[in-house]
């Protein structure tokens, strides 16, 4: 992960960046106030692998790391359609529903799975003041950088 940074340039640098991708779903995954990045690290790469399940096939997020007032983590997440042509913006509601108890089971808090309507919508929101825009933050290390690349080039 990138160290942490408070600067407002940098947070409008963020939406640009996450606005243009077919972003799926937006998850607000919480932690305690006591985790440290291992942590974070530890439950994201258990819950990564819950996500791949789900997805049967290729992944990939970005997101940030917020310190304040509460831990939390944002991510962007997308697909690639697995072998029967579907992406996680087609799966049911009860697949949601497990990826919610399973970061309840690896970080004790809850999380928030919604579908994406707007991109450009979710990045503001993620670089706004409240979140990434005044305080302190950290970029995640991206996963599925090779369907990111397919994305951008």
């Given amino acids: 992960m990138n160290r942490a940074v408070r600067n407002t340039e940098q947070s409008q640098q963020v939406t640009q960046f996450l606005g243009w991708t077919p972003w799926e779903w937006f998850a607000t995954l919480t932690l305690p106030d006591t985790a440290t990045m ?14 791949f399940n789900v997805a049967k096939g290729k992944i990939a997020y970005e997101g940030v790391f917020v310190h304040e007032p509460n831990k939390h983590v944002h991510l962007l997440i997308m697909s690639q359609p697995n072998k029967h042509g579907q992406t996680l913006a087609d799966l049911d509601q009860s697949a949601v529903t497990e990826l919610k108890k399973r970061w309840f089971a690896l970080a004790g808090r809850p999380a928030d799975i919604r579908p994406v309507s707007s991109s450009e919508g979710i990045a503001a929101y993620m670089s706004c003041r409240k979140n990434i825009g005044s305080r302190p933050w950290e970029t995640i290390d991206p996963c599925g950088i090779d369907l990111l690349k397919q994305l951008r080039s």
Wanted: hydrophobic share 35%; net charge positive; aromatic share 14%.
């Fill in 38 to 51: 291992g942590n974070l690290e530890w439950c994201l790469k258990k819950w990564r692998r819950e996500l």
